[in-house]
């Protein structure tokens, strides 16, 4: 299995979890607050579907090679959430499940030499086209814990936790203060140093979600052994 594969596994298996949640809620929930300041259940929900569609973008670029951006302006990201924010919930719905299966279609188109051409990631990182299927995994399954349906960090699978902890930690490393990092450290996963560790030397340890969690700013902490350090706000 190649790691475009597994991770669209992930994807997949996120997203019947999320459709699972969104076909449970009320209509009137849509409006209510997502785990996300200033966010509703709405902003939520056209952000994934637009996520999806904007990946799908960078998809058909490797696949064609024709250059095709996530967005056609920066300004573009916030106004389709803006406007799709107060959809019905069964119009969102739709929109999250039918753009999900845009995105999975134009995964499967690819060959092996497409997954490995260059695009150009939102924040304006060229990336092999094989990262884009984590881009989306890491969307689908922290922003099902964001809406706020009963669904915690804890249930990411390990090994996608694990991903997420090497993911944030590496963005970190060089946002956190001087000697105030640690090594993060779950059973059966590991090691990764986040920033520098003081002269002593810092451990914080856990299972891969709880750590996963604390780095993302959605709890975690008391299921971690160590001293945490200070960290910057994550995307």
Known sequence: MTEPERVLGWVEDGQRRLQQAVDALPAHAVAEPSAL???????????????????????????????????????????????GAGRPLAEQRSDVRES???????????TDDAWSATVTSGQGREIPASEV????????????????????????????????VRDVAGWMSARVAPDTGAELT??????????TPSPSGGTVSG?????????????????????LAKLPRWL
Not at 50 to 76: E, F, H, I, K
Not at 138 to 155: F, K, P
């Open 133 to 164: 299927p984590w881009l989306r995994a890491r969307e689908v399954w922290i922003h099902l814990v964001d809406l706020r349906v009963g669904v915690g960090m804890d249930a990411l699978p390990p090994d996608l936790a694990w991903a997420l």
């Open 186 to 195: 779950a059973d059966g996963h590991g090691t990764v140093v986040l920033g």
């Open 100 to 110: 999900a299966a845009r995105f999975a279609k134009a995964a499967e188109a690819l």
């Open 207 to 227: 299972p891969p979600y709880a750590l996963a969690a604390w780095l993302t700013g959605r709890g975690g902490a008391e299921e971690l052994r160590g001293e």
């Open 37 to 83: 300041p200033g966010w509703t259940r709405g902003h939520l929900l056209t952000h994934l579907a637009r996520n999806a569609d904007a990946l799908v973008n960078l998809l058909t670029w490797a696949r064609t090679g024709t250059p095709t951006p996530m967005y056609t302006s920066p300004d573009q990201r916030a106004t389709d959430i803006d406007a």
